[in-house]
């Protein structure tokens, strides 16, 4: 469940509906599907078998587990990606707290479409605002992680995630009893062959790394205090169900929307946030709705920033352990925030960072860092593995996975 709630986040909620958007929406969501089974469920499963393994954060589980430190570059790759990734993540989750303000605030209460669009600029382009707005996440999670409350939030996220669900299946419902609503669901579920691009399956594939936290590291903590009897495909495949689940829900919810109220699907990072209060708006307890529902959202994310945090916490611990100044957890849980904060203004003063951070990190950083993690499990501890799905699991990370992914930059580097 923990894995769950790291997995699920502003990816599938925000990122999913607006990638999914720009890139064709059916076409996107079909070989997002075909990653997932491709990718997701073997990849899950070796950042699991890594961290179970070992027993180590990113830092050491490499080098434990191969006893050189030939994997070491490995350790730094998943800490640059997350650095990276804090970056741009705090930023959307700024916007989500400033739109659960404004929701409790009424502020958005008979605005259309065009008013959305441009309320969002308004909020975006206020730098301090976000800034501000950006900030406090940050410290939400630096709470979390000095007082060390996980398993407090673990339990509040088992009851609160459920209700997210049921909160989106409700809205799932509302929006496809709205006029004009069937166009949006062909929108996503129509695959239309000729909007098919080396680009649509670099970001297709970018996302389902990006979705499942995989490819960074995260989920080798997350193995590292897996009990020894509990099942690592059985958790797999939890995890990854229940992200796709919430990952399409979250289109069901926003494309007929989109369309029924006229906005564009291709709108970009905006997207979610311009269509949901139009959502609310149609709602019985409108205010009531809204609230709630960013609430939710505001804790999905918060439950992402926890464990993305905690790489780099992790890794700064073990990193400096044996050195002459080693770093306790609560300095590291300082000098991570103080970089999320640093990356965060980078992501909100320098024109386009936003974009790169987020762009690098899905579709080359986290590619790489799986690609490297399935050649290591696949090729050097492949044999230890020896029922049936251990086997057919060692054939899909020893050729499967890393073929595909090569094939797939260099089919997005036009070199097919
Ligand atoms: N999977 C998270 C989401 O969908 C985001 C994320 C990416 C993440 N990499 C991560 C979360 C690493 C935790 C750890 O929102």
Redesign the pocket.
Known sequence: MAAAG???????IW?FPYVAGENGGGIFLIIYLVCVLLFGMPLVTTELVIGKRSRKSAYGAFRALRNNDRWQWLSWLCVVT?VL?MGF?FVVTGWCINYLAEAVMNAFKGFDAAQLTAHFQTVTTNTWRVILVSVIPVILTEVVLWFDVNKGIERLSKILMPLLLVMMVIMVVRVLLLDGSKVGLEFFFKTDFSQLSPKVVLVAMGQCF????IG?G?LITYGAYMPENQDVPMTSLQVVVL?TIVAVMAGMMIFPAVFAFGFNPAEGPELVFVVLPAIFEQMSFAWLSGVLFFTLLCIA?LT?TI??ME?VVAFLVDATSHRPHPLDRRKSVLVTSAMAIALLLVCVLVPNTFDIFAEVTSCYL?PIGALAMSILVGWFLGNSFTTWYGKFFVFTIRWLVPIAIVLIFLNSLRLL
């Open positions: 790291s997995a699920v986040g502003l990816g599938n990122k997350a990734i993540y990006f979705s499942l936290s960074m995260a992200d994310a992402s464990s993305l790489v986290m």
